[in-house]
């Protein structure tokens, strides 16, 4: 009989071609089209409800995000070419930094121990490497074509 895990069903039916090696097209970063897009845009916000704790933990008011923060990722989304690409490692670059920052910040307010030097480090950094994203935006704006 063969071993029950945890992944396994003595019931399950194989799918088809399991335990088979299948090549992965392109096996590179998976393009999802438009929905890449989407994905970019929630990245976008999920940084900023992280960068609005960060600032909290600064004793940083909260920001009103600008209409061009707001609109930054379908901005660069209709540009297109090396600016998207940009932004696209520049935002994963963001949250690579954003993430462990936030997580250490906690973990010391956790422990009673006040924040707000290092959070304001995180903070300022957060800010410098957002207005470098947005420079990827030339300043008159994207005309629309068609």
Known sequence: MPMVTAFSSPHRVPARGEGKPFPLPGAGRADFGAGAGSALSMKWSALHDAAAVVAALAGQ?????????????????????????????????????????LSALLAVRARGIAAVPAAEALWQEFLLAREALLDLVPQQGVKRLG
């Open 61 to 101: 008011p909260v920001e009103a995000r600008r209409a061009e923060v707001r609109n930054f990722p379908a901005v660069v989304r209709d540009l297109g070419g090396w600016r998207y690409d940009e932004a696209r490692r520049g935002i994963d670059d963001l949250a690579a930094m954003m993430e462990p920052g």
